[in-house]
């Protein structure tokens, strides 16, 4: 059980008579909370983010999960690495394109999947951008 904002055990037990075994977190897991760095705090919220997770009960929930256990720690910053990686970005430079020969692309012309004119030069070939006949 978790409560928000955060209380006492001597309360939780107060409030809840019945519980058996009611214990600390700390005393669970055998780990005391551990501060966040920033830096790691606000990959774990900007990959929350990217997934659409905007609860921000679940936020809090993660973050004390992350303060708490150093494996929960270790896997919400790798979700959160591999968010930022860019192996997301589908944006490629005509440079690095199979398809660019001496400078011109030769799958562009009128009405294929690059609709340009037969011997297209892109303008700024180092350029990133989306292209539907790029080959890497």
């Known amino acids: 059980m978790s409560a928000s904002p955060p209380t006492s055990h001597a309360k939780v037990l107060a409030s809840y008579p019945d519980a058996l075994a009611a214990e600390t977190l700390d005393a669970i897991t055998g780990q005391t909370p551990a501060p966040i760095p920033a830096d790691q705090e606000a990959a774990v919220v900007g990959w929350l983010a990217a997934i659409g997770e905007t609860d921000q009960a679940i936020l809090v929930d993660v973050l004390t999960t992350c303060r708490h256990d150093e494996g929960a720690r ?48 892109p303008a700024a070939p180092e350029m990133v951008q989306r292209c539907e006949g790029h080959a890497a």
């Open 74 to 121: 270790a896997y919400y910053l790798g979700r959160a690495a591999y968010v930022a990686t860019d192996d997301l970005d589908d944006r490629r430079s005509c440079r690095k394109c199979r398809k660019l020969r001496a400078g011109v692309c030769i799958v562009a012309k009128p009405g294929s999947v690059v609709s340009a004119t037969r011997g297209y030069r």
